[in-house]
């Protein structure tokens, strides 16, 4: 029996939120390489749970042109907002 690799589809939300936060480096450019590393970084038992949250998260909170740094609960943990906290305030 073949054993499923866990894998993560990596649209523009997990794309780019997984970089905003430091989920994986900055060199990774393409969407392979960010599921590559998103899935070496994640447990296996919540990789589905991962995907469900970055997708929700860059969505409504984590958007595109003005994410909402303000509301976000990830502040201390994200490598954008400890970058970018002084232009936001
Ligand atoms: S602090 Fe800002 S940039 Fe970081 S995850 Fe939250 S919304 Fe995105």
Not at 22 to 44: M, Y
Not at 76 to 86: D, L, R, V
Request: hydrophobic residues 40%; proline residues 4%; aromatic residues 8%.
């Amino acid at each position: 029996m073949v054993e499923k690799q866990p894998n993560m589809a990596v649209d523009t939300h997990v794309f780019r939120v997984s970089k905003r936060i430091g989920l994986v480096s900055q060199k990774a450019s393409t969407p392979l390489a960010v599921e590559k590393e998103l899935v070496k970084n994640i447990d296996p038992s919540l990789i589905h749970k991962a995907h469900h949250w970055l997708i929700l998260h860059g969505r409504y909170t984590c958007i595109a042109r003005n994410p909402k740094c303000r509301e976000c609960g990830l502040q201390q943990a994200c490598q954008w907002f400890q970058k970018n906290q002084f232009a936001l305030y």
